[in-house]
């Protein structure tokens, strides 16, 4: 994705915020806002962060199993599933 096309002085978001907020929504593509001429910060929908937020911890997931497989740290899955049957009657 390219944010050059969606990039609005701090002074554009302070005159229009109610607009920007609605295209943010209908959109769904993230606004890069800049103070003096340099990015400050982006501006994003709700859903479309949460979204991002999912995706990162998916990640993070993979990336930890990733690491487990590399040392060793992991069963087959006959045996986990034993594991966690053995839990569960006990319960």
């Known amino acids: 994705m390219r944010f050059s096309s969606q990039v609005k002085p701090i002074s554009y978001l302070k ?13 769904r593509e993230p606004l890069v806002i800049t103070q003096n001429g340099e990015a400050k910060a982006i501006l994003q929908d709700v ?3 949460e979204a991002t ?16 497989v590399e040392s060793n740290q992991v069963r087959p899955v006959h ?11 006990r319960s």
């Open 15 to 27: 005159a229009n915020a109610a607009e920007i907020l609605a295209e943010l929504g209908e959109k």
């Open 79 to 89: 045996e986990a599933l034993a594991r966690l049957r053995s839990r569960a009657s």
């Open 53 to 68: 937020q999912e995706t990162l911890a998916f990640l993070k997931l993979i990336a930890l199993g990733n690491r487990e």
């Open 47 to 49: 859903a479309s962060f």
